[in-house]
């Protein structure tokens, strides 16, 4: 069992950055690629970006490439999400996920997941 706990969220202006933190207790996230993914009001929770467990592959969503980067270090058991110029319609809830596969991670699917961080970016 993975328990997995956001931070780092909070409010910033239009084409600000944040960087969300994504920590692991009670196991490790050595075994896992990890993703985040967000959720709007009054929208679905869609994929943001995902990174393999060595940290050598990763993958976004078209709405965040060459703005947000993903990146870890399992030696700190912690995984990031670098977000620049952040624009209104990157308000949401995020969330962090941990799956065996990286592949189903753009599907939606993930075995554990945070609480998420509340992020919004005001105009």
């Known amino acids: 069992q993975v328990h997995l706990v956001e931070s780092g969220g909070g409010l910033v202006q239009a084409g600000g950055s944040l960087r969300l933190s994504c920590g692991a207790s009670?196991?490790?996230?050595?075994?896992?690629?990890v993703g985040w993914f967000r959720q709007a009001p009054g929208k679905e929770r869609e994929f943001v970006a995902g990174?393999?467990?060595?940290?050598?592959?990763?993958n976004y969503a078209d709405s965040v490439k060459g703005r947000f980067t993903i990146s870890r270090d399992n030696t700190k058991n912690r995984v990031w999400l670098q977000m620049n110029k952040m624009a209104p319609e990157d308000t949401a809830v995020y969330y962090c996920?941990?799956?065996?596969?990286?592949?189903?991670?753009?599907?939606?699917?993930?075995?554990?997941w945070g609480q998420g961080a509340q992020v919004t970016v005001s105009s």
């Open positions: 996920a941990a799956d065996p596969t990286l592949t189903n991670m753009p599907l939606g699917q993930a075995e554990y």
């Open positions: 009670g196991g490790t996230f050595t075994p896992y690629a």
């Open positions: 990174i393999s467990w060595s940290g050598s592959r990763t």
